[in-house]
C-alpha cells in the first residue's frame, strides 16, 4: 500500500506520523519510499527483503538466461535497480551483457571471473527475442550448410531482420550483427 491509498482526513504530515507510529507499532511494515505492507504474523517487522535478495531469489528461480532492467522494475526504483544489479554483478551472479541486459552468471574454475551460463551465441539470440528483434542464419552459416565454404562459423555474427544498435557481449566478446536477406 502507499500513502495513498490511505483514506485519511488529514493533511500530508500527520499521515506520515500516523503511518510511523503503525510501524512502531510493528502493524504496518515500511517495504521502500512511500510503500508500506500489513505486517505478517510470526515475522519480524523490518525484516523485509532487500532488493537484492529479491534479485537473487528472481534470478535463482528463472528458466531464462536474460534478464532486462525491466524485469526488476516492480521492485524498487530505477537507481536502486541499478545498484542491486551491480552488486549482483560484483558478487558472480549476473554478467552485464548490454545496456539494461544481464546474464546469469557462475565463476569460471579456469579465470575466477564470473561468466555466463550459457554461450554468448544463445544470449544474444535470447536477449534480441525479449527486445522484439528477429533473428535467422547468418551468410557465414548458409555458406557452411550449402557446402560453399569449409570454415565452421564461429556463431558470434547473427543476421537481424530489424535495425540493432547495441552491442552485446562480455568481457571483450561482442556478437557482430548482419542484416538479413
Do not use: C, H, W
Not at 500527520?14 to 515500511?30: N, W
Not at 527483503?49 to 524485469?71: H, P, Q, W, Y
Not at 542464419?137 to 555474427?157: C, H, I, K, M, W
Amino acid at each position: 500500500m502507499s500513502r495513498g491509498d490511505l483514506l485519511l482526513d488529514a493533511d500530508y504530515d500527520s499521515v506520515g506520523r500516523a503511518l510511523r507510529e503503525l510501524v512502531k507499532e510493528k502493524r504496518v511494515e515500511r517495504v521502500a519510499r512511500g510503500q508500506y505492507r500489513v505486517a505478517l504474523p510470526g515475522k519480524r517487522a523490518g525484516a523485509t527483503d532487500t532488493i537484492v535478495e529479491a534479485i537473487g531469489r528472481k534470478i535463482r528461480r528463472s528458466r531464462r538466461n536474460v534478464f532486462l532492467r525491466s524485469d526488476f522494475a516492480p521492485l524498487g526504483s530505477y537507481d536502486a535497480i541499478g545498484r542491486a544489479l551491480r552488486k549482483q554483478a560484483r558478487d558472480g551472479q549476473l554478467v552485464q551483457i548490454g545496456y539494461g541486459l544481464y546474464a546469469k552468471a557462475e565463476v569460471s574454475p579456469f579465470t575466477g571471473k564470473p561468466v555466463p551460463v550459457v554461450g554468448i551465441r544463445k544470449l544474444a539470440t535470447e536477449a534480441l527475442g525479449r527486445l522484439g528483434k528477429k533473428v535467422a542464419t547468418s551468410s557465414f552459416e548458409d555458406a557452411y550448410n550449402l557446402g560453399r565454404s569449409t570454415q565452421v562459423p564461429t556463431g558470434r555474427t547473427l543476421a537481424v531482420e530489424d535495425r540493432v544498435t547495441r552491442r552485446i557481449g562480455y568481457d571483450g566478446n561482442y556478437v557482430v550483427f548482419e542484416r538479413a536477406r
